[in-house]
């Protein structure tokens, strides 16, 4: 039995009276790559917000390998491990594409360096910054956006931007990743190439992902097990051929 | 009996400076900048009455003048200075208003030296009931202020225009598709936002005569905070952040105490109410999205 | 083992190194007597400008947060340190340490209302909390002005004791150079880089894993003390101080000068707080009596102009065209990307993001539910 990653228990909110979503039961396993599908306003993404401390859930618990989460603020929950990526990109504009992922490694352990020692550029501050920018590099090259590293990262290219955003999740050092439409407005091509560097970060970091995605030949090809939201509720749940399918699932998509 | 009367003093000036609140949450509401020039037009409008009781020596001719003059100025300080920075960074069109209200005020030292002008409007004399004594100019400036308050939000609440204006305030892009002037609409703002100053202008300085360059700086901080404390945007939220302001300022000047304190006791609530209720005692939260 | 052992590298340093030089210099050139008092007091009022400029450029061009109270800070630091000052000329005298007392008294004073504004900071964003700023410095100046003529001199000002010239210049230059080292240090480092992040997007910055919290007090922080500094350093290069000289005029005058630096450009706030204050200082002496006012009348015009060339969006094309940058890559070598850059250098139309203006106009007298309990409403993306 593999170690269970994340268990949500009945997780719900409701925004004045208008339930957005209600009994939401995942189980991730570790290395699972897992699906989150259903039609627009299904309540994908709020799922994500509560998972990550934007929205503080009315009923339910979270619990993040073992941990109960639930209610804890966004930072927090970044540092016990979850991190994500945005529907709409969300990138430091004015940083350089390194930069971002520098962010990223901000909390970790092995990078510590207090604000009195940055302040006067103590020792420490140079071995922790040339760490990190190894580090960063390295991460870098998992997405191949290695050579692109001093750009400004509002002058990449759409796609370029959401593996920038997964790399600077990845930076984070996370149990779970959280990707919110990584292939939104890829072609072909590059969403083969993203579904790559997915299960490339998968083997190699041992990552456990829960993605949103509509293209359903994506969520197919890479993913393990989906969930399947309609109107905030769960509709199906498992093995991704089953789950996608059920006759209800079917019939909420082409709305049979 | 002199609660009575510092009450109503209060709300006086309370209402000159809901006048001025409306001007800065009009603005703020619509073309989504902090007109920090506001205050100045007051100044204007002043040195406009004054010449014009100078030239013709009758107040309400020069009222009318400074209410013509400040509407004139505040379009064409609309035009020059703000326009072009439609879409630009609301810092940038920050520090171009402070730029404006510094021009305002060293035309206005250029042109009228800096030695205070005396204004002296009419005197009317006292209201008295028993006891009671109050000077007319209070009951006119209160009379008055609660008159156009009205009127303004029946303005913004009836008609095409004031619909419209609800419509630009909520998304400018959406209501640019159907079919309304946006520019046109916040020109109509800047113009109502300076009459609005004229007339405060005229209350202020039928209540103290003196006239100098920065007539307007303080009231017009203070205006501003009124319409922070209300909840910027709102427009009963600026009148009553105004008359709060206006009697806390009343009652704070009856007691000698804590007199020469009232401004920082005036700020001091500001950053209470803030505390408590973070966009104003009647402003509205939009959540970002995620 | 000789490889083993490490080597203390000299350019990670080179800004010390190049601040003992600057000291140095100029120390000598002020023992020496070769600057004129007219050239110390310029260099006074610069140094001051700086210190003030770039404390206050962390929070706005980097931290991306608006301030409109710089000068309160800088009012609390001038005032208690001119009055610790006071204090100790009795036992003290006009010596070194009491000066050094006086500074460290300023500053942290300064630096823990910096931290009680800082704290307001964390629940409101953009407008709301520059109107804090400004309510906080118009209450600190007023609670000044109305103090007993024993405490803090009331309305008369504040009388300082009096330092040898040429040594307050040499403190005050190693003050701002020491200031400038910090501050370029603490921004080109990981803290400085969360700083900005926080800047850039709030959201994300929080998603990964910033202490959105911990970084605005700590700016704040900064910033007072800074501010205070200078005030305490102002308190001793004028014989009075007085609580007029602090209203919310002199914090524009201050986060003019950031803007016109630049967002997010040391350099730049260095540049424009150097050039103003030289500027403003040389037009005293040349538009005297009448025309002093002219002084104000340009700088408002100059102000106008330049804000709306460098931000209009319609004259963009034509500011892309003909950047400095651009010219000065045409007479070196090569073509200069603008897609490149290495500082945290920022746009001005995506700084402060913060500075948000979502407030709509609305006539209803009831403040709706969903403010009331702003958690209570959302959207669905």
């Given at each position: 039995m593999a170690e269970i990653i994340l268990k949500t228990e009945n997780l719900g909110i409701s925004f004045g009276g208008l339930k957005a979503v209600q009994d939401v039961n995942i189980e991730i396993q570790k290395k699972q790559l897992y699906g989150l599908v259903g039609p627009n306003g299904a309540g994908k993404t709020t799922v994500f917000n509560m998972l990550t401390g934007v929205y503080r859930p009315t009923t339910g618990q979270i619990y993040l390998a073992g941990e109960n989460i639930t209610g804890k603020s966004q930072e927090i929950i970044n540092h016990k491990g979850i991190a994500r990526t945005f529907q709409n990109i969300r990138l430091f504009n004015n940083m350089t594409v390194i930069r971002n992922v520098l962010v990223g490694l901000h909390n970790q352990p092995e990078f510590k360096c207090s604000m009195i020692e940055s302040m006067f550029r103590l020792p420490r501050h140079f071995q922790c910054e040339k760490a990190m920018r190894e580090k960063a590099k390295s991460i870098l090259r998992v997405v191949g956006l290695e050579e692109e590293r001093n750009i400004l990262s509002c002058n990449l290219p759409y796609g370029k931007q959401r593996k920038l955003e997964i790399a600077r999740a990845l930076a984070t050092n996370p149990k779970l990743l959280l990707l919110d439409e990584p292939a939104a407005g890829m072609n072909p091509h590059e969403t083969e190439d993203l579904m790559n560097i997915i299960t490339r970060i998968r083997d190699e970091y041992d990552m456990t992902i829960l993605l949103i995605e509509h293209d359903m030949k994506f969520v197919s090809g890479l993913c393990d097990e989906v969930t399947v939201l309609n109107f905030g509720t769960v509709l199906a749940q498992g093995d991704t051929k089953t789950a996608l399918n059920d006759p209800e699932v079917i019939k909420a998509y082409i709305g049979g | 009996m002199e609660i009575i009367e510092t009450l109503i003093n209060g709300l006086s000036s309370g209402g000159t400076y809901a006048m001025i609140a409306l001007g800065y949450t009009m603005v703020y509401g619509i073309a989504k900048m902090l007109n920090f020039a506001h205050g100045d037009i007051i100044m204007v409008g002043g040195y406009m009455l004054y010449v014009t009781m100078i030239t013709a020596g009758n107040p309400m001719l020069g009222l009318i003048a400074a209410v013509i003059f400040c509407v004139l100025l505040g379009i064409t300080v609309e035009k020059i200075a703000y326009k072009p920075l439609r879409g630009a960074s609301p810092l940038a069109v920050l520090i171009t208003a402070i730029g404006v209200s510094y021009l305002l005020q060293s035309t206005a030292q250029m042109i009228f030296g800096t030695a205070p002008k005396m204004v002296?409007?009419?005197?009317?004399g006292n209201f008295e009931v028993g006891a009671l004594k109050i000077p007319y100019y209070t009951i006119v400036t209160l009379v008055c202020s609660f008159v156009i308050m009205i009127a303004l939000t029946m303005f913004v609440k009836t008609t095409k225009i004031g619909r419209a204006m609800v419509a630009v305030s909520e998304d400018r892009g959406a209501a640019q598709l159907m079919g309304i002037n946006v520019n046109g609409i916040i020109m109509i703002t800047f113009a109502i936002g300076s009459a609005l100053a004229a007339f405060a202008g005229f209350f202020m300085l039928m209540k103290a005569p003196s006239l100098s360059n920065t007539l307007g700086a303080m009231p017009g901080i203070k205006a501003f905070t009124a319409a922070v404390i209300g909840g910027i945007g709102s427009i009963p939220g600026a009148m009553c952040g105004g008359i709060l302001l206006g009697v806390v300022e009343a009652i704070s000047f009856k007691i000698p105490v804590i007199a020469p304190y009232t401004d920082a006791i005036e700020f001091m609530i500001l950053i209470l109410i803030l505390l408590v209720r973070p966009t104003g005692i009647m402003g509205k939260v939009r959540r970002e999205k995620v | 083992m000789a490889k083993a052992v490490k080597r203390i590298k000299w350019k990670h340093y080179a800004n010390y190194i190049v601040i003992a030089i600057l000291t140095v210099v100029f120390s000598i050139m002020s023992l020496s007597g070769s600057l004129t008092s007219s050239t110390i007091y310029l260099l006074e009022k610069i140094i001051i400008a700086v210190m003030l400029t770039v404390s206050l450029s962390v929070v706005v061009g980097f931290l991306g947060e608006l301030s409109l109270g710089h000068a309160g800070f800088m009012c609390v630091g001038a005032y208690l340190g001119g009055k610790t000052a006071c204090l100790l000329q009795p036992t003290m005298g006009n010596s070194f340490p009491a000066l050094l007392v006086s500074l460290v008294v300023g500053g942290a004073v300064a630096a823990l209302c910096g931290v009680i504004i800082g704290l307001p900071a964390l629940r409101l964003k953009g407008d709301y909390l520059a109107i804090v700023t400004l309510a906080f410095g118009e209450i600190v100046r007023s609670i000044f002005m109305n103090s007993s003529s024993e405490s803090f001199g009331g309305s008369l000002g504040l009388t300082t004791p009096r330092y040898d010239k040429n040594t307050l210049f040499i403190i005050a230059l190693v003050l701002v150079l020491g200031c400038l080292a910090v501050i370029q240090n603490l921004i080109q480092s990981k803290h400085g880089r969360a700083i900005t992040s926080i800047r850039d997007n709030e959201i994300a910055a929080r998603a990964t894993g910033i202490n959105v919290t911990q970084y605005k007090l700590s700016v704040f922080t900064i910033a007072a003390f800074f501010a205070g500094i200078a005030g305490v350093l102002y308190s001793f290069s004028n014989y009075t101080i007085q609580s007029t000289k602090f209203n919310y005029n002199y914090s524009i005058e201050i986060l003019v000068m950031v803007v016109l630096g630049g967002m997010g450009s040391i350099n730049g706030s260095i540049i424009a707080a150097t050039l103003i204050t030289i500027l403003d200082i040389k037009l005293q002496t040349i538009l005297t009596?009448?025309?002093?006012v002219l002084q104000d009348l340009l700088y408002a015009l100059v102000l106008i102009i330049l804000v709306i060339y460098n931000n209009a969006p319609a004259l963009k094309g034509f500011r892309e065209r003909h950047t400095l940058k651009n010219y000065l890559y045409k007479f070196s070598k090569g073509k200069h990307d603008p897609s490149h850059r290495a500082d945290d250098e920022a746009k001005w139309d995506r700084v402060p993001t913060k500075i948000e203006m979502n407030e709509v106009l609305s006539t209803e007298f009831q403040p709706t539910m969903s403010t009331l309990n702003p958690d209570q409403k959302g959207d669905f993306k």
């Open positions: - | 002296i409007i009419a005197d009317m | 009596g009448n025309l002093a």
